[in-house]
């Protein structure tokens, strides 16, 4: 963040620190089980929650996301914020409880439908459901794509609502159909953490990540992750999880100073 200096001020206020995870904190990987917190940013992290609170937003299954960051007194919201836990925590949205067996069925049907597609691999998040297509080869993403809007299209939600899709990076987020996003995910993360009158910032690296720049434009501070400059929702930018690292060391030394 070039313009430290100029905008240092922005944290020296009570702050709620929220961070996506994959491509944040850590770098891009082939497949979601590669991706590791390296032990510098756990303790950066760490070292953060002693001077504000940190939450975690991330597309992981919670248990996958706790797993993968290690850190107790750190807040989580997993599933795109349908489950949230943390100090005294543990939430589940009620509409994504009815949804579960649905989100089993759709994975047992795409895992059917996919087996012949080599590299595809179908997560079933319980609450929600990821198909990932990193590893496929560029002629067969198409086929992906058309039959994970096949399938979903025979499922029905209340008043003949459609499961909800979503694209992310080389991956097909599937959850329930209520109009929700990470803009959402971020407001009921404030909330359920009791975190409302904290300033939000929120770092992402995705195309997800928007709605929740464009939720906390006017009332906290969006940071994009990417090398490239692109229409974004987000105040600032940094170039990657690495340039992420830094600007925890300059918050990090902000408050140790005051």
């Given amino acids: 963040m070039k313009q430290w200096d100029q905008v240092k001020d922005i944290f020296i206020q009570p702050l709620f620190l929220m961070c ?37 937003v991330s597309g992981r299954a919670l248990d996958n996301l706790r797993s993968k960051v290690q850190l107790e007194n750190v807040y989580y919201s997993g599933n795109h914020g349908y489950e949230i836990s943390g100090p005294e925590i543990d939430f589940v949205k009620e509409e994504a409880k009815t949804y579960a067996d649905v989100m089993s069925e759709i994975c047992a049907t795409m895992s059917e ?58 991956v097909i987020e599937v959850s329930p159909p209520n109009d929700w996003d990470k803009g959402d995910a971020v407001t009921l993360f404030r909330e359920v953490a009791n975190f409302e009158k904290s300033f939000p910032i929120y770092i992402g690296d995705d195309v997800t990540d928007e709605h929740a720049f464009f939720r906390l434009q006017d009332t906290g ?31 990090l030394e902000l408050f140790e100073n005051l």
Avoid at 26 to 42: D, G, H, N
Avoid at 140 to 163: Q, R
């Fill in 20 to 56: 996506d995870f994959d491509g944040t904190l850590t770098p891009i990987v082939e497949t979601p089980e590669e991706a590791t917190l390296s032990l510098e940013m756990r303790e950066r992290l760490s070292s953060l929650t002693r001077y504000c609170p940190v939450g975690i």
């Fill in 113 to 170: 439908k996919l087996e012949d597609v080599e590299g595809v691999k179908v997560e079933n998040k319980k609450y929600t459901a990821s198909f990932h297509y990193r590893e496929v080869r560029e002629e067969e993403v198409s086929k992906v794509k058309d039959l994970v809007k096949s399938v979903l299209s025979k499922y029905k939600g209340e008043e003949g609502k459609e499961i909800s899709i979503n694209q992310g990076k080389k």
């Fill in 221 to 251: 501070v969006g940071i994009l992750v990417s090398e490239e400059e692109r229409e974004t929702g987000a105040h600032y930018r940094l170039n990657d999880f690495e340039e992420v690292g830094i600007f925890f060391d300059k918050l």
